[in-house]
Every structure is written in C-alpha cells, then in structure tokens.
C-alpha cells in the first residue's frame, strides 16, 4: 500500500494554471488490467474536511468549477487548476484504487497563491 | 440534505480502546459501502477501510489490519469503527465518507482521536 507521490507545493498568480502531478507505479495509477481508471482529487482547506474535485480521472462532480480538470499519462495522472483564484488556496490529494480491495491517497500538494 | 457526522472521539491512554460512530442522514445508507479516512496532525489523509454495503465485507490498511473493525447498522443508518490496542501513530482525525463507486463523494466532518499518556 505504497502512497503516491505528489509534489509538496505548487504555486501560482491569480489568473494562472497549474498542474499537480500524482505518480506511483503503474499497477496503481495505470489502473487495472481492464483499462479502468480510478483515481479522485480531492481538496481540502484548513480545517475542513476533504472535498471531491474529481472522479474516474477526467469526470467533474456537479457544483465543481470546471476550472479543476483532470488527465492522466502513463503512470501519472494530473489535476490542473485554470484560471487561478485566491480561494484554491488548499491541499489537493489524489487518490486511486489500486488492487481492487483498498485505496491509497498521495501525500498532498499545498497550492499557494502568490 | 446528504450528511454525515462523526463522533466518539477523544483521548485515550496507549494500549486502550474507542469506538467512533458516523450517522448518516439525506439517502439511502444501505445501498453504500463506506469508508473510514484519518489524517493525523499536519499530515496527509490515509485511508484507513472501507465496509460494503450490507456489513459482509470489509477491508483494513496494513497499519490497523486486526487492531481496527469496521461495522455499520443499516437499520440506525450508522457506521462504526471499533478500534483497539491503540498507539500514539493512530493519533489523528477519523472521517467517514461514501464511497460512490470507487470514489468518495461525501465526507463528515470528522472526529479527532487523541492516543496519550
């Protein structure tokens, strides 16, 4: 149940995009044999609980700006942020589902914005 | 209004037990699985289990694999976690959220654990 890597801080200017990467090895974030993919994005605030930004890689819950867009390569799946604004500021953890019993979140991204 | 909302939270010394309970309002409980999430001080979230829809199945993260168990009652729209033999690494807030296919769409609040001597 390795974690996946994320970078521990990205920043940018209002208005900007930014790219947060999660990389683990291909049997976590390549998903299944199926060709299923599995990993989430979630946000959190201080203090607050975590919120979800993105489902099945790309998908967008309802209420989520579609400034949050998900992709993924290979072995790294991707959460960009466009349009940057002061309230993004927070963490942002992704998450998959690996070996088809249990989930593993990455260690966090802080967004600062400057 | 989908809610869930944590409790049974506290300190308790190293060695000792706690049960955290999460009550669900807003659908329908029985058709969900559920999963238990911590994230100790300034730390990450980590996922902790995760029980199936009827209580017949679960699963543990290595770290509390035979020291923590999951349960719920359907009829109370409550789930739980039972966890013993704690240590000062389990320290941390213990959300509960829904698990909608193999993602978490809805999160309590949380309730914060304190293991200490």
Known sequence: QSALTQPASVSGSPGQSITISCTGPSSDVGGYDYGYDYVSWYQQHPGKAPKLLIFDVTQRPSGVSNRFSGSKSGNTASLTISGLQAEDEADYYCCSYPSGTTWVFGGGTKVTVL | ?117
């Open chain 2, 1 to 117: 209004e989908v809610q869930l909302v944590e409790s049974g939270g506290g300190i308790v010394q190293p060695g000792g037990s706690l049960r955290l309970s999460c009550a669900a309002s807003g659908f329908t409980f029985s058709d969900y699985w559920m999963h238990w999430v911590r994230q100790a001080p300034g730390k990450g979230l980590v996922w902790v289990s995760r029980i199936n829809s009827d209580g017949s199945g679960a699963v543990y993260a290595d770290s509390v694999k035979g020291r923590f168990t999951v349960s719920r009652d359907n009829a109370k729209t409550t789930l739980y976690l039972q966890m013993n033999t704690l240590r000062a690494e389990d320290t941390a807030v213990y959300y509960c959220a829904r698990a909608s296919h193999y993602y978490m769409d809805v999160w309590g609040k949380g309730a914060t654990v304190t293991v200490s001597s």
